[in-house]
């Protein structure tokens, strides 16, 4: 098979999977699994087979006309360079890795067939994404994604945090993806085409009219997708879906779309210096704000959410300084890591029976009742602080030296002061994220107090594949001078200089957590906590259902629980009320927006109803009291029929009499 066939095949085998997953779902519900894995799993080993044999060379391209649209045509048209293949790579291995996984940890759900389909079809939109050269077709799988991160975020909808998270993440999505289609439609007008080779080529012969308006039109879009400040609010909320879905979402597929879409058309971003520094304000202040509320979160998985919302803002960052190759690089090593966290985090929440760490800094054991999921979430933890020598360490530094790069001059693809914000604010953010990494290491596994109690062990499909995307976390880093021809040609090698400073400033906040919690965890068995609420005998999915319903009840409001065993709030002082809550920004929107909104609906609805139907039910009022006048004059009786016959016949000739004799006066 030629690369472009076995390019057409990898979105293709995951989209058939998940139409014969729900086909079959009721009627064949052995063949669910197999559907699930086998696709996604031969998926994966195509887009191996393309990138090797993409090899860092030319970019491949195909396309077939779709259908004549008029003067902007929409081709079926794939685009395969460095950048695409390794990315498919990516989401192929997390969804393989998250179907098999998914297997254990939903064994007796009986939604499964139906999670499986969505999860395979929201694989194939995002290869879709990955692959496409044409805009529209890749609009096509952008909002796929959408829609299945609804369903798939309110997979548990008995409960009432999975129903709102998951229309959240719908409607702030949308709101992004508004001026997103305009800027699309907007960049097609200026250019002449959909097509992203063609795009590029009228960029580079000075082809684009309104780059600031554009770009800032299509930042809106990536901003909401993925998850960067202002419209990142829907993130941490949907971690109310399950732990699989969060992890997809969260490594390989959703958040990635919008870094990834930037990076294909960087030029275009590149031609406005205002965009720039908008898009290098936007990242410092999702790292900084992300990171502050990451250190505050009680739930296990909201600290990932926070950390990945950080991570995406260093990626958006390697983008608003014009190197796209960094911002890549850190979103294939991200993915790896955070699969391995949120996976892990599963297992953790089904051996603890709850995801608060108030609470499992208050159990001893877990780290040896959970071997697995301790070693492997202890790696991904490391290369998220970015220790070296793990992958975090390498794309993170990759980040900082394009930063460096650009604040002294010596790039000049962006302002310096887009070079210096992402500087500054990237040197901050690996402070907090090293002091909130070190957090909940420490909380979730050097607890004291009670033994954990047995949930039973682990099944192996969730915990080999957290072995499996480890390796990728520790070794990926370490080939960053072999996959240079797929990033450009373009040198991902640190300097010492931002090496040393990244990895002193990581160190003193992982040191600085540390002796925080020596100060406090003598305080944690004084002050108790409410009791575990998940069954010991359940499947993991149901354990985590049931923590997530019971966590306030059992452990409190976090911002107004007084929990001093806690460093985060330590460290954060009365910024930690703040943080807990993600700065009060969703209460902030709730009266600038939803109220508004509300209001406007519920005057729209008493007009509907008090005036529009009143009309209405005025004519068929009228209607219906004519026709019980009319009623009442159909006697039967025929003499009474032809005296008013009569009546009204002499009537009309006495007007006519009258008629005639006025006209003939005048």
Not at 114 to 134: H, K, N, Q, R
Not at 556 to 562: E, H, I, K, R, S
Request: charged share 10%; proline share 5%.
């Amino acid at each position: 098979m030629t690369t472009t066939t076995l390019a057409v095949l990898v979105p293709l085998l995951p989209f058939l999977g998940a139409a014969a997953g729900l086909l079959l779902g009721r009627t064949a519900p052995g063949y669910v699994r197999p559907l699930a894995v086998l696709p996604t799993l031969v998926a994966a080993v195509l887009a191996v087979v393309v990138a090797a044999r993409q090899g860092g060379g030319p970019a491949i391209d195909a396309a077939t006309r779709l259908t004549p649209t008029g003067s902007v045509p929409i081709d079926l048209a794939l685009h395969l360079d460095g950048f695409a293949v390794l990315v498919a790579v990516l989401v192929g291995l997390v969804a393989t890795c998250v179907q098999i996984y998914s297997t254990g940890y939903l064994r007796d759900d009986p939604r499964y067939p139906s999670y499986a389909a969505l999860v395979s079809l929201f694989t194939a939109a995002m290869l879709l994404v990955v692959y496409s050269g044409d805009l529209m077709v890749l609009m096509v799988g952008w909002e796929i994604m959408g829609i299945c991160s609804y369903f798939l975020v309110g997979h548990y909808w008995e409960t009432p945090e999975a129903r709102a998270a998951s229309l959240k993440a719908f409607l702030v999505t949308k709101l992004g993806d508004v001026p997103f289609l305009i800027g699309l439609f907007a960049l097609a007008a200026d250019t002449g085409t959909f097509r992203i080779t063609g795009i590029l080529g009228a960029v580079a012969n000075g082809g684009l009219d309104h780059p600031t308006v554009i770009a800032l039109l299509l930042l809106a879009g990536v901003a909401g997708k993925s998850a960067q400040f202002p419209l990142h609010t829907w993130l941490p909320d949907a971690m109310a879906g399950p732990t699989p879905v969060s992890a997809l979402i969260h490594a390989a597929t959703m958040v990635a779309a919008g870094i990834y879409f930037v990076a294909r058309l960087l030029p275009v971003f590149a031609e406005s210096g205002a965009a720039l520094v908008v898009l290098a304000v936007m990242a410092a202040v999702t790292m900084i704000g992300s990171g502050l509320a990451a250190l505050a979160q009680d739930d296990i998985k909201r600290v990932l959410a926070y950390s990945t919302i950080g991570q995406l803002g260093y990626m958006s960052g390697a983008l608003a300084v014009g190197d796209r190759g960094a911002a890549v690089f850190h979103l294939l090593s991200h993915g790896a890591f955070k699969a391995v966290l949120f996976l892990a985090a599963g297992v953790v929440i089904h051996a603890a029976g709850t995801n608060s760490l108030a609470a499992m800094s208050r159990m001893g054991g877990l780290a040896k009742r959970i071997p697995d999921a301790y070693w492997t979430m202890t790696v991904a933890l490391l290369a998220l602080a970015a220790i070296p020598p793990f992958a975090g360490f390498f794309s993170k530094e990759a980040v900082l030296v394009a930063a460096e790069h650009t604040a002294l001059g010596d790039r000049h693809v962006a302002p310096a002061a887009a070079g210096w914000t992402v500087l500054v604010a990237g040197l901050l953010a690996a402070v907090l994220t090293a002091a909130y990494a070190t957090r909940l290491w420490l909380l979730a596994f050097r607890g004291r107090g009670a033994e954990v109690p047995d949930h039973g062990r682990q099944p192996v499909a969730m915990t080999a594949v957290l072995w499996v995307l480890a390796i990728p976390t520790i070794a990926f880093g370490l080939t960053v001078g072999v996959i240079t021809d797929w990033f450009d040609g373009h040198s991902l090698t640190p300097t010492v200089t931002t090496a040393v400073l990244s990895t002193g400033v990581a160190l003193v906040g992982g040191l600085v957590t540390y002796a925080a919690w020596r100060h406090t965890t003598a305080l944690a068995v004084r002050i108790p906590v409410g009791a575990v609420v998940a069954h010991p005998d359940a499947e993991p999915a149901l354990v985590e259902a049931e923590a997530m319903t019971h966590h306030t009840a059992g452990y409190g409001d976090t911002p107004g629980a007084p929990d001093p065993a806690d460093p985060g709030r330590l460290l954060l002082g009365p910024l930690h009320r703040h943080a807990a809550t993600g700065f009060h920004l969703d209460a902030l929107y709730t009266k600038l927006f939803v109220r508004p909104v509300q209001a406007a609906a519920s005057l729209v609805r008493f007009l509907d109803r008090e005036v529009v139907d009143t009309y209405v039910r005025g004519s068929g009022t009228g209607a219906r009291l004519l026709g019980t006048a009319v009623r009442r004059a159909q006697t039967g009786n025929v003499q009474t029929y032809l005296s008013a016959l009569l009546a009204g016949s002499l009537v009309l000739a006495i007007a006519a009499v009258v008629f005639a004799t006025v006209n003939a006066g005048s």
